[in-house]
């Protein structure tokens, strides 16, 4: 079974300040997704980046990035010039891709609760 | 495109009463996923479906919980009866497995069993 870590239960930044989040996962599988979702105060659950275990080179989305380190199964977040709509929970999820028991399921975090700070 | 869309955004009902959440997933995608979110087991994976079909229900809590997709536009949860122990924010959510690009999620029905 595959499981998520998440360390840091709450955390926070001054604004246009970076953070960074971490995440760590165990699983026996080679090929497999790993994703950051933000929930805000609104509820509703958005993607903000994935990365294919395959891929060498960390994915960026403007100002958000990871650090994908495959041999250590960490997966942080970090966010640049951070802003106050950037407050929420934020969730790291694994999900493994091959047609079998458990394929495509997210398995997420317990999450982290990021307060930006004017 | 509408999204993943849930009804309704609130519930609140008695011990005992039936509950009946709904989802609407996004046009095309093969793939619906119903999770709980409790402030103590965070985000669970109740049930999903691959073109309709219920693949893996072992996160189901208990014979009180059934879930149906009678067609690839349509799909919901029920409770019956409900405890206030269910009381919860439930997520539907639809997927592509063509590409994996992570779930869309619904807006989430936040249910309360007083």
């Known amino acids: 079974a595959q499981t998520v870590t998440q360390s840091q239960p709450e955390m926070s930044v001054q604004e246009a300040e970076t953070v960074t989040l971490s995440c760590t996962y165990d699983?026996?599988?080679?090929?497999?997704?790993l994703f950051w979702y933000k929930q805000p105060p609104s509820r509703q659950m958005i993607l903000v980046i994935r990365?294919?275990?395959?891929?060498?080179q960390n994915a960026t989305e403007n100002r958000f990035s990871v650090n994908f380190q495959k041999a250590a199964k960490s997966f942080s977040l970090k966010i640049s010039d951070s802003q106050l709509g950037d407050t929420a929970m934020y969730f790291c999820?694994?999900?493994?891709?091959?047609?079998?028991?458990?394929?495509?399921?997210?398995?997420f975090g317990k999450g982290t609760k990021l307060s930006v700070i004017p | 495109d509408a999204g993943v869309i849930q009804s309704p955004r609130h519930e609140v009902t008695e011990m005992g009463q039936e509950v009946t959440l709904r989802c609407k997933p996004i046009?095309?995608?093969?793939?619906l996923f119903w999770y709980r979110q409790t402030m103590m087991r965070g985000l669970e994976l109740l049930i999903y479906?691959?073109?309709?079909?219920?693949?893996?229900d072992s996160g189901m809590p208990e014979d009180r919980f059934s879930a149906k997709m009678p067609n690839a536009s349509f799909s919901t949860l029920k409770i019956q009866p409900s405890e206030p122990r269910d009381s919860a924010v439930y997520f539907c959510?639809?997927?592509?497995?063509?590409?994996?690009?992570?779930?869309?999620f619904g807006s989430g029905t936040r249910l309360t069993v007083v």
């Open positions: 959510a639809s997927s592509f497995v063509g590409v994996p690009y992570g779930y869309t």
């Open positions: 699983t026996s599988e080679n090929n497999y997704y």
């Open positions: 990365q294919e275990a395959y891929k060498q």
């Open positions: 999820a694994f999900m493994i891709t091959y047609s079998g028991a458990g394929s495509y399921q997210l398995t």
């Open positions: 046009s095309g995608h093969d793939y």
């Open positions: 479906f691959n073109n309709n079909v219920p693949i893996d």
